[in-house]
């Protein structure tokens, strides 16, 4: 199976199927954590689109998903990943995480995101939208048209997003009284 993939052109032909154990996997996804695996993501995405020759996209989607985790997770009651938060799966006994992820139009991810349990999408979107650095770089993201939730819309978030001539789409939240007159 390590043949079939072309795993050993990218961890080394001298590893073996019993050096991958949870030990080893767990130490590598700490350090990938670690070094800022949401930029490293990025960067190696692009890389990709650019070597296969991939036409450029000019719409970008964003959104979240909640991971729901079962199982003990001793010491871990200090508010860090994972985390009890609002869990969308009926299980509040349960810690989760939050994955955000920006995909090409394509369905090709530019970005990820690992978040505790409380993250919510109106401030991840904002975030992933807003941050210098993230997501793609400013003058791809200024030709860009980003598909979002609703929940993302706000006055206040609008006006950023119009100051950082961020273009973007998405329906007109329940929050606002023009979205029933819409209906």
Sequence with gaps: MLRRFGLRRFVGAERQPHDFNDDAIGRALLKLFESQVGQTFAGLSQQAVERLGLPSRDTTHL????????????????GSIPTYGYNKDGHPECKQLVAGVTTRADGIPIDVDVCDGNMDDPTWSREALLSPGRTLAADIRAQTLFVVDSKLVSHHTVADLCDYGIHFVSRVPNTF??????V
Excluded: K, M, R
């Design 63 to 78: 959104d979240t998903t909640t991971v729901t985790l079962y199982g003990q997770y001793p010491g871990q009651n200090d």
């Design 177 to 182: 009284g023009l979205s029933s007159d819409i």
